[in-house]
């Protein structure tokens, strides 16, 4: 977005735009220290943040979370019912009547002068601007190579349309019906709804706020619970044809490969089992070839310790047949779904359900 006289006057103390905050949680610590840096800013304070509680229902225990004084009278506790981000998304923005919802992810760190950039950047969004997506940053350790999770989380940096720091015009959002609650991870969710949008015949700006999102603590096997999004995939599909990763900007990753090295595999097993043992060899020998590949495709731009060396070679075994699940689990699942054109511009109902049973 270009400088402009508006977004000077916002951030020396103008005229401000009603906004809310919606974030969606399950209480992790971090959520702590995003309220504190929003406290801790500059710039006009939200109308109200609605803080959308995901836990199971049957979960009685208060939200873990110390509220800064500052927000005390803005914070709006609401319950998301573990139905996912999407969901948790929807029941946020609907709770909220401001003409602009700012979606931000629990885990993340809005600068010190986020709130006046945020004002800036909705004051010189044209009326056909749908939302304003921020800058986000990925702290990388300076002293060594960055672990293969540790990347990943870096590619959010250059992600189109995220909401882990997405300000969503509340029109917009009514025209296409929010966010698709089929979407039950925090993945994909948000190009869904951005392509709705876009097809809706709105458009989406990239605006000067920044926002860090830390990369958060996770164990060695995060990899493989990563690869339920291959189900997500074939949801995006189903809905939005196969140029949604074009028009997205979605690297399409290695489902490919992952299916062909598992039907290797598979192949190999069944032959031995058969008592072929030569056919078997030469199966089980491309399967040993494109795990092999796999291997050294992660520990190589890596830092090569013990533990990073042992999680690769282990989950790269792993990943493979947990891809193809995923992903057979997801045509299984997903195989009545409507593609956009065939069910119109608003997109989900307020149930997210457009499938049949």
Not at 15 to 44: Q, W
Not at 82 to 109: H, K, M, Q, T, Y
Not at 182 to 196: C, V
Not at 315 to 337: C, F, M
Request: hydrophobic share 45%; glycine share 8%.
């Amino acid at each position: 977005m270009a400088e402009a006289p508006d977004r000077a006057r916002q951030r020396g103390g103008g005229p401000s735009i009603a906004y809310a905050v919606v974030i969606p949680t399950l209480g992790r610590p971090s959520l702590g220290a995003c309220l504190r840096a929003l406290a801790e800013g500059e710039g006009p304070r939200p109308r109200r943040i609605v803080l959308v509680d995901d836990r199971p229902l049957d979960d009685c225990e208060p939200l873990p979370v110390v509220v800064p004084d500052a927000l005390r009278e803005l914070v709006e506790i609401v319950p998301g019912c573990a139905r996912g981000p999407a969901a948790a998304r929807n029941a946020g923005w609907r709770s909220a009547p401001e003409p602009w919802i700012a979606f931000l992810d629990d885990d993340v760190l809005p600068d010190p002068t986020w709130a006046a950039d945020l004002a800036a950047d909705l004051a010189v969004a044209d009326p056909a601007t749908a939302a304003v997506q921020a800058r986000i940053t990925v702290p990388l350790p300076t002293d060594r190579r960055p672990t293969d999770w540790e990347r990943n989380t870096a590619g959010l940096a250059c992600a189109r349309w995220i909401t882990a720091d997405m300000a969503y015009r509340r029109a917009a959002l009514e025209t296409v019906g929010g966010f698709d609650e089929r979407f039950r991870r925090a993945f994909r969710e948000d190009a869904d709804l951005a392509l709705r949008v876009i097809d809706a015949g709105w458009s989406i700006a990239t605006g000067d706020r920044r926002t860090t999102h830390p990369v958060r603590p996770a164990d060695r096997w995060v990899s493989l619970r990563t690869q339920a999004g291959n189900a997500d995939d074939v949801l995006m599909t189903r809905v939005h044809g196969r140029s949604w990763w074009a028009r997205a900007g979605a690297p399409r990753g290695r489902l490919p490969r992952h299916l062909a090295v598992t039907a290797a595999g598979i192949t190999a097993l069944a032959l031995a089992a058969a008592g072929r043992p030569r056919a078997a060899a030469g199966w089980a020998g491309a399967w040993c070839a494109g795990t092999a590949e796999f291997v050294w495709a992660r520990i190589a731009p890596g830092p090569r310790t013990a533990r990073e060396l042992t999680t690769m070679a282990v989950t790269s075994v792993a990943i493979p047949p947990a891809a193809s699940a995923h992903w057979l689990r997801g045509l299984l699942r997903h195989r009545h779904a409507a593609p956009v054109s065939a069910r119109g511009a608003r997109g989900v109902s307020r149930a997210g359900v457009l499938e049949k049973a």
